[in-house]
């Protein structure tokens, strides 16, 4: 087999493709309306508070919903819960668009709109997860997953570089109305697709069912090991990027194609790692990495908040987003890896919750800091307490490797025995 095949092996499932192609389209939209709203929240407040206070209510909801997500995703058809999620989405676009081009939008409307698509979101991104595996064999999961992460930081790249040339040309409004047409055919695929959806069972309650989640992901340390350094990683290390538009307008003084290409260079930096991640066919020593990424994204955040100089900064970004996507894909391949399959949708549910649920309160207090402080010493005392959350989890993998093992194995056996039964 050749490194591309090799890398590419999750596309021999005709539904996996078109899932990747049309969710490549979506994201691209995604990520024109993201940039599109943060340049026109700076336009309107020139405000790192409320860029900040924009940020922390988009993705507020994950905090507080993401465990409940994965109890949706167990208990209902994930197809369901998708097109769901879809339309609020595509519901959110049009308001956002309405708005804009009617001259009435103002930062609340943007502030309350970012909360209802980070309801949406909230549900969306754990279905969006535990949908992959009804779509390949378990033997293509982990380069499937990871195919999956190249294809959004591909979008990042794309979408943001395109919203960039856009904003400066047009104005916002026409990556609000792009974004709305991303959504459309994804929402197809969605409604044609035929496949065999997850086993639904019935259970005595939510409660019951959540609890199970949140004990299974407690009791087993290297599952929670990860998630507490996700969610520093969350809090103190990603939040740095929701000052990117005073980083591109006031420091390194490149407007809002400046603030495109920025946020593409880590774009870059996560495709490649995401490819990275797709060429391994084991999970098995993906933490020592994860580790090491962790503690080289520390130090180039710290040294992105203080730098002057564009294409050090660019290139810093473009480390940061590899190391950024092995550790967030890497950690959400490893726990998938070590989950059985009827606790999936929680265990993903709670990687949500320390991914992009923690994230608002990173966002807001970056704000807040930059607000009192300034950026560079905001976005530096983050990356502080993130390195050192970084060589704490490096210390404890070595314990943590024989647990990981064993799960790994005992889920791979419990997946043939699964199969053996279906033939």
């Given at each position: 087999?050749?490194?591309?095949?090799?890398?590419?092996?999750?596309?021999?499932?005709?539904?996996?493709?078109?899932?990747?192609?049309?969710?490549?389209?979506?994201?691209?939209?995604?990520?024109?309306?993201?940039?599109?709203?943060?340049?026109?929240?700076?336009?309107?407040?020139?405000?790192?508070?409320?860029?900040?206070?924009?940020?922390?209510?988009?993705?507020?909801?994950?905090?507080?919903?993401?465990p409940i997500s994965g109890v949706t995703a167990d208990r209902f058809k994930r197809r369901d819960v998708l097109l769901t999620t879809q339309i609020l989405?595509?519901?959110?676009?049009?308001?956002l668009s309405a708005l804009f081009f009617s001259g009435h939008i103002n930062k609340w409307h943007i502030l309350i709109l970012a909360i209802f698509l980070?309801?949406?979101?909230?549900?969306?991104?754990?279905?969006?997860?535990?949908?992959?595996?009804?779509?390949?064999?378990?033997?293509?999961?982990?380069?499937?997953?990871?195919?999956?992460?190249?294809?959004?930081?591909?979008?990042?790249?794309?979408?943001?570089?395109i919203a960039g040339i856009l904003i400066s040309k047009y104005g916002e409004g026409i990556c609000f109305i792009l974004n709305v047409f991303s959504y459309?055919?994804?929402?197809?695929?969605?409604?044609?697709?035929?496949?065999?959806?997850?086993?639904?069972?019935?259970?005595?309650?939510?409660?019951?069912?959540?609890?199970?989640?949140?004990?299974?992901?407690?009791?087993?340390?290297?599952?929670?090991?990860?998630?507490?350094?996700?969610?520093?990683?969350?809090?103190?290390?990603?939040?740095?990027?929701?000052?990117?538009?005073?980083?591109?307008?006031?420091?390194?003084?490149?407007?809002?194609?400046?603030?495109?290409?920025?946020?593409?260079?880590?774009?870059?930096?996560?495709?490649?790692?995401?490819?990275?991640?797709?060429?391994?066919?084991?999970?098995?020593?993906?933490?020592?990495?994860?580790?090491?990424?962790?503690?080289?994204?520390?130090?180039?955040?710290?040294?992105?908040?203080?730098?002057?100089?564009?294409?050090?900064?660019?290139?810093?970004?473009?480390?940061?987003?590899?190391?950024?996507?092995?550790?967030?894909?890497?950690?959400?391949?490893?726990?998938?890896?070590?989950?059985?399959?009827?606790?999936?949708?929680?265990?993903?549910?709670?990687?949500?919750?320390?991914?992009?649920?923690?994230?608002?309160?990173?966002?807001?207090?970056?704000?807040?800091?930059?607000?009192?402080?300034?950026?560079?010493?905001?976005?530096?005392?983050?990356?502080?307490?993130?390195?050192?959350?970084?060589?704490?989890?490096?210390?404890?993998?070595?314990?943590?490797?024989?647990?990981?093992?064993?799960?790994?194995?005992?889920?791979?056996?419990?997946?043939?025995?699964?199969?053996?039964?279906?033939?």
């Open positions: 087999m050749s490194i591309i095949d090799n890398i590419t092996r999750a596309f021999k499932h005709k539904d996996y493709r078109n899932f990747f192609f049309w969710q490549f389209l979506s994201f691209t939209g995604t990520w024109l309306q993201g940039t599109a709203q943060s340049w026109l929240v700076y336009r309107l407040t020139g405000s790192a508070l409320f860029l900040g206070l924009v940020s922390f209510a988009s993705s507020l909801p994950a905090l507080i919903l993401a989405c595509v519901i959110q676009g049009i308001i980070g309801i949406a979101n909230s549900f969306d991104v754990t279905a969006r997860q535990t949908f992959i595996p009804l779509l390949v064999k378990k033997d293509d999961l982990i380069n499937a997953i990871a195919l999956n992460s190249s294809m959004f930081n591909a979008a990042r790249i794309i979408g943001p570089a459309l055919p994804f929402i197809c695929f969605l409604i044609f697709i035929k496949l065999k959806e997850q086993e639904v069972k019935e259970f005595k309650s939510s409660f019951s069912h959540l609890k199970e989640g949140f004990s299974f992901a407690w009791n087993t340390l290297p599952i929670k090991n990860l998630l507490l350094l996700l969610g520093t990683y969350s809090l103190c290390g990603m939040s740095f990027t929701t000052l990117m538009p005073i980083f591109s307008d006031q420091i390194l003084h490149k407007g809002a194609k400046g603030l495109g290409i920025l946020m593409g260079a880590s774009g870059i930096g996560a495709v490649v790692g995401a490819l990275f991640l797709a060429s391994r066919q084991k999970v098995l020593g993906i933490k020592k990495i994860i580790a090491l990424c962790s503690i080289i994204s520390s130090i180039c955040i710290f040294i992105f908040a203080f730098s002057k100089l564009y294409f050090l900064s660019i290139s810093l970004l473009v480390i940061i987003g590899f190391c950024s996507i092995i550790i967030i894909s890497g950690s959400n391949t490893a726990m998938q890896a070590m989950s059985p399959d009827r606790l999936r949708g929680r265990i993903v549910g709670l990687f949500s919750m320390m991914f992009l649920g923690i994230f608002p309160l990173g966002s807001l207090a970056v704000g807040y800091l930059a607000h009192i402080f300034n950026a560079p010493t905001a976005v530096s005392i983050g990356a502080s307490i993130y390195f050192l959350m970084a060589i704490y989890f490096s210390m404890k993998v070595p314990g943590l490797t024989k647990q990981a093992k064993e799960l790994i194995c005992s889920q791979e056996k419990a997946s043939i025995v699964i199969e053996e039964q279906i033939r």
